[in-house]
């Protein structure tokens, strides 16, 4: 039987990164105590059901921070956070999207529904990449006309009107 | 009521004659079942004047047929991109997006119209036959057993979609807590809102479902050039019209699967509350504990898609039964049409047997007609729908989340839910990248509120004591199979080690 690589072998030995895995238990500590502090005032009805989902959910945290703890002073794993920023060189774009689509929240009651859409879908496809001019001015004005068709014109959808919703509206 | 074949039959062409209501509603269903926050129940309220306005026949017709579509639609988006277009199809992503990613879309989505309609032609015979005594069902769950099954439902959900259990519960606990902030019940004092307004009424399910599925998947996505696999994407070029009939053998083959798991879902869909979501991960648990290959579950197995779609759609049968027996609506669809019925004069529970007993039939039947229409209807789309998974990601993402966005403003119209959304995509992007399975915190999110309402009844009639939680032969049942379920994955493993060491010595 042909032998590992010794690279792929190191790997399998080197210890995990469980940093990132430590995110959601921590804010959920945070969270809890949070809701604890908000009920620590109210009438027994107001508290029964966050008390008894709050504790379960400490005691299963405490549980894992236990586990984890174990395993970094076992040299099994390392706390740091790994595959959350990997790979790097996408972190950029996944930055630029969740960017973007705050712009795109903070925009839409100004520029309206359609407009806003195809803005921040020219700029994401521009952020991810694309190049070509037909699908950069194609996809955007094709798709926000669409979302106008469906969501405005046959769901009735109160998006906040702009120009484009103003000026189509005369027509439907 | 007796049911006699005259009475059927009849029953069965007067629901066949409003072909013109019926094929346009499983359409729109079908479009609006796959677009991320808009359900059946959201879009009946918006077309709340046009179900006034028409005869309660063609009302009922009209939402019996989009409330069964929307179900069947919800799998497509699962299947294709990962992200469930309602809640029940959470558990479809589990191995029908595996299937896509290797380039099996269109059998996938074959697969998943077959389990659909099926299901919910099967349970709706099931029902039409068997309404009176489905019925007992409901009347037997109490607030007690209610809250035990969505602890034990939950749990399941942990339990089957993380690979680690102790995050799974984690994720399913930070869900439940997630799903109590907002004014309690009774003295409606805030919890947990962060001081906005717009979270006393607790958090919306849309911009978390949102969120933690669309948005965290395009986050994901965009760390590829394509969803699918290398050789998938060369599966997908070349699939023609074979892969279509390949998925109809393949559905047709496991008919006694969908038989069963659509029964599970009609069973928990006649308790209230409990919902499609809770059913597809039941059957998803079930269908994995019978089967010869659980190994197979998780990385694109048939029976995977199978069991999820065909509970999500027995789940619509279900939830009536409660409607129309008792007058108490199984689910928010369900609550829609009780509005809509009333304002037409239409008596509901014990009332409807005595005053107008052809009418609880002829909802049923309307479904078994919708279900027949929807096969036709939908099979050929397969080939044409799959295509989206060809779509470079960089195209895919922003589209996804433009439009996801824009259905977590709809049920409620606020921008606020917008930014919700983008808050629980950040939490399911995170979730994602370290395990912890997002379908657990949705769920989590969606059985907060109802567990917190079922369990304070229960509190209150037996004076504020804890222990009433396990006063019924049938709650202690559940507790059982709940810590059963927790138990077994760690059994199961310590099994595994115990044989692999004792190995050298046999």
């Known amino acids: 039987m042909a032998e590992p690589p010794r690279d792929s072998a190191h790997r399998a030995d080197a210890p995990r990164p469980v940093g990132a895995d430590l995110i959601l238990p921590l804010a959920g500590i945070v969270f809890t105590i949070y809701y604890f502090v908000t009920i620590w005032d109210l009438v027994w009805e107001a508290q029964v059901n966050g008390l008894m989902i709050g504790s379960a959910l400490l005691a299963l945290i405490a549980i894992f921070l236990v586990r984890t703890g174990l395993d970094v002073a076992r040299g099994r794993a390392t706390l740091s956070l790994g595959p959350l920023l990997r790979p790097l060189d996408v972190q950029v774009k996944r930055t630029a999207l969740l960017l973007l689509s705050i712009a795109f929240i903070a925009l839409i009651e100004w520029l309206g529904f359609t407009i806003a859409v195809a803005l921040f879908l020219f700029c994401a496809l521009y952020a991810l990449g694309v190049r070509n001019r037909v699908r950069l001015i194609a996809v955007p004005v094709l798709l926000a006309l669409a979302g106008y068709l469906l969501f405005i014109v046959a769901l009735d959808t109160r998006f906040p009107h702009g120009l484009v919703e103003r000026l189509l509206g005369a027509l439907f | 009521m007796d049911v006699d074949s005259q009475v059927l039959l009849h029953l069965f062409l007067t629901a066949l004659s409003y072909w013109w209501v019926i094929i346009p509603s499983v359409l729109f269903g079908i479009v609006v079942g796959a677009v991320p926050g808009f359900g059946a129940h959201n879009t009946i309220i918006i077309l709340l004047p046009f179900t006034l306005a028409v005869n309660v026949n063609v009302a009922l017709i009209f939402m019996v047929s989009m409330y069964c579509a929307t179900h069947l639609g919800g799998g497509i988006p699962a299947i294709l991109v990962n992200i469930p277009g309602t809640g029940g199809a ?72 993380a690979r680690d259990t102790l995050k799974g519960l984690i994720a399913g606990l930070l869900g439940l807590l997630i799903g109590a902030i907002g004014a309690d019940h009774i003295y409606a004092a805030p919890r947990a809102t962060f001081g906005f307004l717009e979270l ?77 979501s809770i059913a597809a991960f039941v059957a998803y648990q079930q269908s994995r504990f019978f089967s010869k290959t659980p190994e197979k579950y998780g990385s694109g197995h048939p029976e995977g898609l199978i069991a999820p779609e065909a509970a999500n759609n027995g789940v619509t049968t279900g939830t009536l039964v409660p409607l129309l027996t008792l007058g108490i609506p199984g689910g928010s669809t369900a609550a829609v049409m009780l509005i809509v019925l009333q304002f037409h004069g239409v008596p509901l529970g014990p009332k409807l047997f005595i005053d107008r007993p052809e009418l609880a039939s002829s909802v049923i039947m309307s479904m078994v007609v919708a279900y027949i229409f929807m096969i036709f209807t939908v099979v050929p789309l397969a080939r044409y729908l799959s295509r989206v998974i060809l779509i470079p990601t960089r195209i895919l993402a922003p589209v996804i989340i433009s439009f996801t966005l824009v259905g977590a403003f709809a049920p ?24 912890y399975h997002v379908a657990a915190i949705l769920i989590g999110v969606i059985l907060g509120p109802l567990v917190e309402e079922n369990y304070l009844r229960a509190l209150r009639i037996a004076q504020g004591d804890p222990m009433v939680l396990f006063s019924s032969h049938l709650a202690k049942v559940l507790w059982a199979l709940l810590a059963l379920s927790i138990a077994l994955p760690y059994a199961t493993a310590f099994w595994r080690r115990f044989k692999t060491r004792m190995a050298p010595f046999n």
């Open chain 2, 200 to 276: 006393y009424d607790g958090v919306p399910l849309v911009p978390a479902l949102i969120g933690l599925f669309g948005i965290s998947e395009a986050l994901v996505m965009v760390e590829g050039e394509s969803i699918l696999t290398r050789g998938g994407r060369e599966r997908m070029v070349r699939a023609s019209w074979a892969e279509t009939l390949e998925g109809l053998r393949m559905a047709f083959a496991r008919w006694w699967h969908i038989v069963w798991t659509s029964i599970i879902g009609l069973l928990v869909g006649v308790v209230p509350g409990a919902g499609a």
């Open chain 2, 412 to 435: 409620r119209q606020y921008l606020f839910d917008m930014g919700l959304a983008l808050t629980f995509g950040v939490i399911g992007y995170i979730a994602r990248k370290t395990n």
């Open chain 2, 90 to 161: 959470a558990a479809t992503t589990l191995d029908g997006h595996a299937m896509a990613r290797q380039g099996r879309a269109q059998q996938a989505l074959v697969m998943s119209f077959v389990a659909s309609t099926f299901g919910g032609l099967i349970t709706s015979l099931i029902t039409l036959f068997a309404l009176p005594h489905l019925a007992r069902i409901g009347l037997a769950i109490h607030s007690v057993e209610t809250v035990v099954i969505m602890l034990f439902g939950l749990t399941l959900i942990a339990v089957i979609a």
